[in-house]
């Protein structure tokens, strides 16, 4: 990862627009999951929401109270691209498995090889959106070496959300001295973000 000291240089709208999107997206009212559909946009919903969010908050405690200005540095903005993407591309996978896995134990849902096909989808919807294709092949790699080990009955309790609260603080922009004092407030941010959806989708499965 390359390091960067945070210089203020300019406004970038369109980083603000996503930043207060995503967080306008949190609190829309909320549609029961009631079949595969519903299911699959919950978790790219969510998933992007919990990316976009916890990657701008991150940023912005780091920059201060001038975090909606950008830096005249594209290598930087390249790598925020880069970081939004490969952290969505894990908390896919996260929030994949542990519906499932939730489904699965406490509704008797059965049909647990949905998750490749909810996966693939989303994925594929995503490069109309910019999702660079080496993220999305490294993603699949990723996302089929942990299907082949998980156990369904326990996911959704042992620490479901891990893997993607640690590619936040792998992939986030922010010189490494700076991440390594920051490690246990980025993990717990992401986590604590991950608890509210977990109360959400608990909510929206019942009838």
Request: aromatic share 14%.
């Amino acid at each position: 990862m390359l390091k960067y000291k945070l210089k203020i240089k300019d406004i970038k709208l369109e980083d603000i627009r996503v930043y207060l999107f995503a967080l306008f997206k949190g609190i829309l009212p909320k549609k029961k999951i009631k079949n595969i559909e519903d299911l699959t946009s919950f978790i790219q919903t969510k998933s992007a929401w919990v990316s976009q969010v916890t990657l701008y908050n991150y940023l912005k405690t780091r920059m201060g109270t001038k975090w909606v200005l950008h830096f005249d540095d594209e290598i930087f903005l390249a790598s925020i691209n880069k970081a939004k993407w490969n952290i969505y591309s894990i908390s896919l996978q996260d929030l994949t498995f542990y519906s499932l896995s939730y489904l699965s134990v406490f509704c008797n849902y059965k049909d647990i090889n949905k998750a490749n096909e909810i996966y693939d989808e989303i994925l594929t919807k995503e490069t109309k959106n910019g999702m660079p294709e080496e993220i999305i092949l490294q993603a699949k790699e990723k996302f089929a070496e942990r299907l082949q080990k998980i156990d369904w009955n326990t996911y959704y309790k042992s620490w479901p959300f891990n893997e993607s609260a640690l590619t936040l603080y792998k992939w986030a922009p922010v010189a490494e001295e700076l991440k390594t004092l920051d490690r246990k407030i980025v993990l717990n941010s992401m986590i604590l973000k991950w608890d509210n959806i977990k109360d959400e989708f608990q909510k929206l499965i019942k009838i």
